[in-house]
């Protein structure tokens, strides 16, 4: 498990993901394998600060400084999908903008190709495996990461935890800024708090 985990690791961005995938998913893999798969990091190499710029001005069409005041060019988290920078709208408030990686969509679809060859193959060569329902298992990822690739869809499933949560004391969901969201970049409120898996 953990040189499977490595492997996928070195593949890139949506090998990551399906290790990650795999990971909660200990009665196809089995426990030992799942655990270890569940180490998988999601920090990547970052990508430039100033890709990222362009990516928001091109999402948003208006130039940054007509929406934040201030962007950090490090991002603070680098995943598998997107990196997160930390900015200050024009209004004043603080801000965390989620920006996906440049040409992860076509990096993705390339890759899902190779996945749906390996399980059709698995299918074919492997009968004790069919079980495991390998194209089943690709066809899932896939819309669960075409999901992911659409900030929009994020931010509207934020927007309705965020609704249904109002007046909870211990609970606190971040606001989507609906002005700076799009496709490919989400913008939403910067809170502190204690992470949910601690």
């Given at each position: 498990?953990?040189?499977?985990?490595?492997?996928?690791?070195?593949?890139?961005?949506?090998?990551?993901k399906?290790?990650?995938?795999?990971?909660?998913?200990?009665?196809?893999?089995?426990?030992?394998?799942?655990?270890?798969?569940?180490?998988?990091?999601?920090?990547?190499?970052?990508?430039?600060?100033?890709?990222?710029?362009?990516?928001?001005?091109?999402?948003?069409?208006?130039?940054?400084?007509?929406?934040?005041?201030?962007?950090?060019?490090?991002?603070v988290?680098?995943?598998?999908?997107?990196?997160?920078?930390?900015?200050?709208?024009?209004?004043?408030?603080?801000?965390a903008?989620?920006?996906?990686?440049?040409?992860?969509?076509?990096?993705?679809?390339?890759?899902?190709?190779?996945?749906?060859?390996?399980?059709?193959?698995?299918?074919?060569?492997?009968?004790?495996?069919?079980?495991?329902?390998?194209?089943?298992?690709?066809?899932?990822?896939?819309?669960?990461?075409?999901?992911?690739?659409?900030?929009?869809?994020?931010?509207?499933?934020?927007s309705?935890?965020?609704?249904?949560?109002?007046?909870?004391?211990?609970?606190?969901?971040?606001?989507?800024?609906?002005?700076?969201?799009?496709?490919?970049?989400?913008?939403?409120?910067?809170?502190?708090?204690?992470?949910?898996?601690?």
């Amino acid at each position: 498990g953990e040189r499977l985990a490595a492997a996928l690791e070195e593949l890139g961005p949506s090998f990551i993901k399906l290790g990650q995938a795999l990971s909660v998913r200990s009665d196809l893999v089995g426990d030992d394998i799942a655990e270890d798969l569940s180490a998988l990091q999601d920090q990547l190499p970052p990508f430039a600060g100033e890709r990222a710029r362009a990516i928001i001005e091109e999402e948003l069409q208006m130039p940054l400084d007509a929406v934040f005041e201030s962007f950090d060019d490090t991002p603070v988290a680098a995943a598998s999908i997107a990196q997160v920078h930390f900015a200050r709208t024009v209004e004043g408030d603080d801000v965390a903008v989620k920006v996906l990686r440049p040409g992860i969509e076509d990096r993705f679809n390339r890759d899902i190709e190779l996945f749906l060859w390996i399980a059709r193959m698995v299918e074919r060569t492997q009968p004790s495996l069919r079980r495991l329902r390998p194209l089943a298992v690709v066809h899932t990822f896939q819309a669960t990461v075409v999901t992911e690739m659409d900030l929009r869809l994020e931010a509207a499933a934020a927007s309705e935890l965020r609704e249904n949560t109002e007046g909870d004391p211990g609970f606190r969901v971040p606001k989507i800024d609906w002005v700076r969201t799009a496709q490919r970049v989400m913008t939403l409120e910067r809170i502190d708090g204690i992470q949910i898996d601690e």
